[in-house]
């Protein structure tokens, strides 16, 4: 791992490399959930998270979606493209779950018809807020192109991954993505995995995710665990 420590977040650190144009992220085993308000530990969450993390960017570069991931480099570090982070948060959900059910005051589980897409600002300040076009444009995060791009990248993931997931007994309720600008293009970056999906047993509802740490469920680890069993196949 290279020596120099560019960045640490809640779950991931990142190093520099020889390369200026590419970076280390290590994935950490640290949880925390309400904005950093709880905080604990997952066993063995950084090693699973970098290896569906893997999985799921070698997946979506097949079906043509740019991604920042080169290769995994260990069982905790993955080598990926140096992105410049465009400050929002692409969320997509397919049923209703968390704060959609607050927002709207509809069960959780409801299906939605169509996939609903929501923008947030990422500011940990701020609490990561939900935010519109207009917000968009007036805080100058993304271009109207830019952030037509990311709808879309965000629509055909869903896609792809809601599919995939199915045959594999796993609901992709609803997830996170994050996007930045690397060689005059949008990639996809950060992660994809139970910290940043809500995945559910397609069958009996059993919450496979960061939902059961959030919640106090328990059974955490095994649920991150059976995660990346069936992801394995």
């Known amino acids: 791992m290279a020596d120099r420590l560019l960045y640490e977040g809640k779950a991931k650190q990142v190093f520099e490399t020889d390369d200026p144009s590419l970076v280390l992220v290590y994935f950490k085993d640290d949880a925390t959930a309400f904005n950093g308000e709880k905080k604990g530990r997952i066993d063995s969450k950084g090693r699973l998270n970098n290896a569906m993390s893997s ?46 059910a607050r927002r709207l005051g509809w069960p959780e589980g409801k299906a939605l018809a169509k996939p609903v897409l929501e923008l947030y600002y990422k500011d940990d300040g701020l609490g990561d807020p939900l ?19 990311l709808s879309g990248l965000g629509l055909k993931v ?38 940043t999906c809500r995945f559910w ?10 939902d059961r740490f959030r919640r106090d469920m328990g059974g955490v680890e095994e649920a991150y665990q059976e995660m990346y069993r069936r992801l394995r196949g």
Do not use: C
Not at 138 to 147: C, K, S, Y
Not at 158 to 182: C, H, M, P, Q, T
């Open 201 to 210: 047993d397609a069958d009996t509802g059993e919450r496979l995710d960061k």
């Open 158 to 195: 869903n896609g792809i991954l809601s599919a995939y997931l199915l045959e594999r007994k796993v609901r992709l309720v609803d997830f996170k993505l994050e996007f930045g600008r690397a060689d005059g293009r949008i990639w996809l970056g950060d992660e994809i995995s139970p910290d």
């Open 131 to 149: 935010i519109n076009r207009s917000h968009v444009d007036a805080l100058g995060a993304a271009t109207p192109g830019e952030l037509d791009e």
């Open 55 to 100: 999985l799921f960017f070698e997946l979506l570069a097949k079906e043509g979606v740019p991604t920042h991931f080169v290769r995994a480099v260990d069982e905790r570090t993955m080598l990926v493209k140096k992105l410049s982070i465009i400050p929002l948060e692409v969320v997509v959900r397919n049923v209703v779950a968390g704060s959609l």
